[in-house]
């Protein structure tokens, strides 16, 4: 090995052979970040990959192979729902959001409106002292008041009664974000197994699968507008 | 085309992969005969036997949902080769996280309106 100008990359290490000069895995599988060849290799296949690989662009392959990495290892975190979990989550965290937001909009327009009497007018202020004062843990976000909707910063934790049903263990946003941040188009792959991505491997709900009209009709990133890299700040 | 003397029509993997079905096919449950193409899109990203491998590792209930779920997610991956599925999660990602700071804003204009009625 010392006397070679380049080590051998992750795959043609994995698979035991020589690393030519051509190696189409090269560029995308460094030597140092073994576990993610290993984990392609096993839910796709390097054949597979290499098929993959040779239909793009080579400006697309480091962005197609991330991505793959991401799918393989979110699938062998949830071997039943791979990152179609993730999806599941986040159509529903989406659901929630648009019909909180949609009551906070209403409950700021009845302020904006200026068509409230004294006695409503003291009813909600004393709602929102109160959700004001209340902390975010356990709490029914109904009970923190009508006005103050999946309160800031914690919209995922006010709404655990929502699934308790669904599973024992449910990521705050700062654990999700941990796991959308492990995929990184523009950057290494973060090779850690042990990583906040596992926390979202979580069963989605059974009911999920099969039944959302979302998942009958995957859609290409293309047709909306072109992913980049999540911006975790 | 099945035969009429046949007991039951080989599975859409079976078929694919031009073998016989037997009894205890892994693939027969979640692969029926009517839909040829999911099993031909699992086979072509997947891989029979990597998706085998996988059935086997998963309880008998879980698997019709994992088929479901790799058969989506080839699906995804055959009409976005670059991205796949992973190009939705970071559509989705963005659009949680654009509503989550219009919630916020939303709800810290609530308390400002509270806090000024409050104002006697």
Do not use: W
């Amino acid at each position: 090995m010392a006397s070679s100008s380049t080590s051998p990359c992750a795959a043609c290490k994995f698979l035991r052979r020589k690393c030519q000069p051509e190696c189409v895995f090269a560029p995308y599988f460094p030597p140092d970040q073994p576990q993610k060849f290993a984990n392609v290799h096993k839910v796709f296949g390097a054949s597979n990959v290499t098929k993959l690989l040779n239909e793009l662009h080579p400006h697309q392959r480091e962005d197609a192979v991330n991505s793959l990495a991401y799918e393989a290892d979110m699938r062998l975190r949830d071997p039943v729902y791979g990152c179609v979990g993730v999806i599941s989550l986040l159509q529903h965290q989406l659901r929630q959001l648009q019909m909180d937001l949609s009551y906070a909009k209403s409950e700021l327009s009845k302020y904006q409106s200026h068509n409230l009497n004294g006695s409503a007018t003291q009813g909600l202020i004393a709602a929102a002292a109160a959700a004001a004062a209340a902390t975010h843990h356990h709490h029914h976000h109904q009970t923190l008041g009508n006005n103050l909707i999946g309160c800031c910063g914690g919209g995922v934790v006010s709404r655990d009664h929502l699934y308790h049903h669904h599973s024992p263990f449910f990521p705050t946003r700062d654990q999700q974000t941990a796991a959308i941040r492990a995929f990184d188009v523009n950057s290494s792959y973060d090779g850690t197994t042990g990583g906040g991505a596992g926390v979202l491997a979580m069963n989605a709900s059974t009911g999920c699968i099969g039944q959302h009209p979302q998942f009958q009709q995957p859609r290409a990133a293309g047709n909306d507008d072109r992913p980049t890299p999540i911006d975790p700040s | 085309m099945a035969s009429s003397s046949h007991p039951s029509a080989p599975c859409a993997a079976c078929k694919f992969l031009r073998r016989k079905c037997i009894q205890g096919c892994v693939f027969s449950p979640y692969f029926p005969p009517e839909d040829p193409t999911k099993f031909a899109n699992v086979h072509k990203i997947f891989g029979a036997s990597n998706v085998s491998k996988l059935l086997n590792e998963i309880a008998p209930h879980q698997r019709e949902d994992a088929v479901n779920s790799l058969a989506y997610e080839a699906e995804a991956r055959l009409k976005d080769p670059v991205y796949g599925c992973v190009g939705a999660i970071s559509v989705l990602q963005r659009q949680v996280l654009r509503l989550q700071k219009e919630l916020d804003a939303t709800n810290a204009d609530l308390i400002r309106f509270s806090i000024q009625d409050i104002d006697f």
